[in-house]
């Protein structure tokens, strides 16, 4: 069974800094499709970015391209998303999914995505 634990999240202001932390157990494929989604309150989930980690292709949602990044750590089969230059509208609960597979265009349906956390707040102040 594919587990999926975030960690990061936090309080912080305007133009600051987070990473968030996505530790997977329990895949039975190589090829990952690994993303972050986010929900404010009364909104609906939103893909920001996913990572297929066999080939390391990238995604990003326009709204967080050139201030949010991924990293892999391999060994420890862990996903790491730098956020930088945050933003109030980044105020989100922050999930990480994943599916056994290669990510493709519909990277932002969530319904493709078999695996979730539990999320990981993220509060920027202005």
């Known amino acids: 069974q594919v587990q999926l634990v975030e960690s990061g999240g936090g309080s912080v202001q305007a133009g600051g800094s987070l990473r968030l932390s996505c530790a997977a157990s329990g895949y039975t494929s190589g090829r990952v499709c690994m993303a972050w989604f986010r929900q404010a309150p009364g909104k609906e989930r939103e893909g920001v970015a996913a990572?297929?980690?066999?080939?390391?292709?990238?995604y990003y949602a326009d709204s967080v391209k050139g201030r949010f990044t991924f990293s892999q750590d391999n060994g420890k089969n862990t996903l790491y998303l730098q956020m930088n230059s945050l933003k109030p509208e980044d105020t989100s609960m922050y999930y990480c999914?994943?599916?056994?597979?290669?990510?493709?265009?519909?990277?932002?349906?969530?319904?493709?995505?078999?695996?979730w956390g539990q999320g990981t707040q993220v509060t920027v102040s202005s």
């Open positions: 999914a994943a599916d056994q597979r290669l990510c493709s265009s519909r990277w932002r349906e969530e319904r493709d995505f078999t695996y």
């Open positions: 990572i297929s980690t066999a080939t390391g292709r990238t």
